[in-house]
């Protein structure tokens, strides 16, 4: 990671662009050099919401060189989360266009502008993986430890679900064993119906389930 000295001495240009921007965004930001003669500035963006889960976020790679603002600069987006394919290609051309708008200008920051306004809703623009329907509203998203994204009620529905089954064999199992110890009897989980990564549930679980 490079310190911002050596950038003030290697790139005078940008130099105090990028201490603004190290300053505005400390832990969402790393600068690298490259070859010597680029700066590779990392930056994750999310929505900026508080007090609820970001739902929608990305890293944003931007390659400025010595040259910069005279060259205009090179863009990459990385690990895109909640975000279709269709969204990405116009955030890619709406910031393009703001990069011509600025040829010989500073433009980081409304770089990040734009990227950060892109997804203010923080609704994700891919479908439910369990009805494959839109979300509509921030409230009704639930985004899952392995990043793939449901509907409350969807989730809770499939949750419910694996529930039912569940006690419907351990009733069986009861039946035939009415002493069956706890460690012999099947546990119940409730995995991600994509991957299969268990997640918590989002209902309440009896305590003979437990």
């Not at 009704?140 to 994204?149: G, I, L, P």
Request: glycine share 2%.
């Amino acid at each position: 990671m490079a310190n911002l000295e050596y950038i003030q001495s290697t790139f005078p240009n940008c130099a105090d662009e990028l201490a603004i921007l190290k300053s505005a965004f400390p832990t969402e930001t790393k600068l690298d050099i490259w070859f010597h003669n680029c700066v590779n500035v990392y930056i994750l963006v999310t929505p900026g919401v508080v007090g609820v889960p970001v739902n929608v976020c990305f890293k944003l790679r931007i390659l400025i060189s010595s040259e910069y603002p005279r060259i205009s600069p090179l863009f990459e987006l990385h690990d895109p989360v909640g975000l279709s394919d269709p969204d990405l290609a116009k955030l890619k051309s709406e910031i393009r266009e703001v990069i011509q708008s600025l040829t010989g200008e500073c433009m980081m920051f409304s770089i990040i502008d734009c990227c950060r306004e892109f997804i203010s809703s923080n609704i994700p623009s891919v479908d439910c993986s369990i009805c494959f329907e839109g979300f509509q509203r921030e409230e009704d998203v639930t985004r899952s430890s392995c990043n793939h994204f449901f509907h409350n009620v969807c989730l809770s529905d499939y949750h419910k679900s694996l529930l039912a089954t569940y006690q419907s064999e351990l009733v069986a199992i009861l039946a035939k064993n009415p002493h069956c110890p706890k460690e012999m009897r099947p546990v119940l989980r409730f995995p991600c119906p994509l991957c299969k990564t268990e997640l918590p549930p989002l209902i309440g679980v009896p305590s003979d389930c437990v």
